[in-house]
């Protein structure tokens, strides 16, 4: 590293803060990670990516810990997020919304996809208000008596 002396900070955060509690995640959960050659490999691509603006090639610790976590599998997230039935459209909004890729005004997906799904919830939670006010309360269940576990006898 002595051809570029302000590279130094840079690659001693990225050491501390991703490569090595990448490293840490991954070997936590039961990955045999081979740190050698996997720090070259990404040492290697981002020397010649740098130039081009893909300076952050690293073991990110938290892309690490949320892939190996257990619901690392969009059909697992998915599953998940839909399973609620109260907050179900909220979810399929969201998740349509930050996957169809627009940008309006310069502001990305993920920020129209969240602000669609709140607004999904919360319309949706007033239409439940009003259903639940509107609708007659359920009739309270009637005690069982004695004389309403006998059946009724006819005459024949």
Known sequence: MTWCPPCRPLFVV?????????VAVL???GYEVP???VL??????????????????????MTAAI???????????LASALSDPASREAAVVTFLA????????????AFWGLLAGVLTSVIAAVGRR?????????PAPQP???ASRTPERTSA
Request: proline share 7%; with cysteine; aromatic share 4%.
């Open 144 to 146: 069982v008596t004695a």
């Open 40 to 61: 070259t490999w990404t040492g290697a691509v981002q020397a010649v990516l740098a130039p081009f603006g893909a300076f952050g090639i690293n073991l990110a610790a």
């Open 27 to 29: 070997r936590g959960s």
């Open 67 to 77: 892939c190996t976590g257990d619901g690392a599998t969009i059909e697992a997230s």
């Open 130 to 138: 009003r259903r639940a006010a509107a609708s007659p309360p359920a």
């Open 98 to 109: 930050t996957a169809s890729g627009v940008t309006l005004l310069g502001i990305g997906s």
């Open 14 to 22: 990225t050491m501390a803060s991703q490569n090595l509690p990448g």
């Open 35 to 37: 740190v050698s050659p």
